[in-house]
């Protein structure tokens, strides 16, 4: 049986105190969660953070993997990050759920 997969997004600016952040989080989600597979744009593109007239098509790639994903996770601050707009906005237009990181968290806990 697959597990849906679900893509978490944290704002980032290329700040490793971003990192830090989101890796906690990662790690929180993987270890208490077996019944979803999780994917963070952060630690898949990380590397190749683009800025200026690139920054558009490194968001674009992050997109991509988005849309292979059955929900969102929004992260605190979210709505700081163009970044993290950009993906809330191409879910919605998706259709693909969104929940913020305390809604997700709260599914889980059957809350």
């Not at 952060?42 to 007239?53: A, Q, R």
């Not at 059955?70 to 259709?95: F, I, P, Y």
Request: glycine share 10%; charged share 25%.
């Amino acid at each position: 049986m697959r597990n849906d997969l679900i893509y978490v997004a944290h704002p980032y600016g290329g700040k490793e105190s971003n990192k830090a952040k989101i890796d906690e989080i990662m790690n929180r989600l993987v270890m208490n969660d077996r019944n979803h597979d999780y994917v963070s744009p952060i630690h898949n593109y990380g590397f190749m953070y683009l800025t200026g007239d690139e920054y558009q098509k490194g968001l674009d790639i992050c997109l991509g993997l988005l849309s292979h994903c059955n929900a969102l996770v929004l992260c605190d601050d979210w709505e700081t990050s163009r970044g993290c707009r950009g993906e809330r906005d191409h879910a919605s237009k998706m259709g693909i759920p969104i929940f913020t990181l305390d809604e997700w968290e709260n599914v889980l806990l059957g809350r």
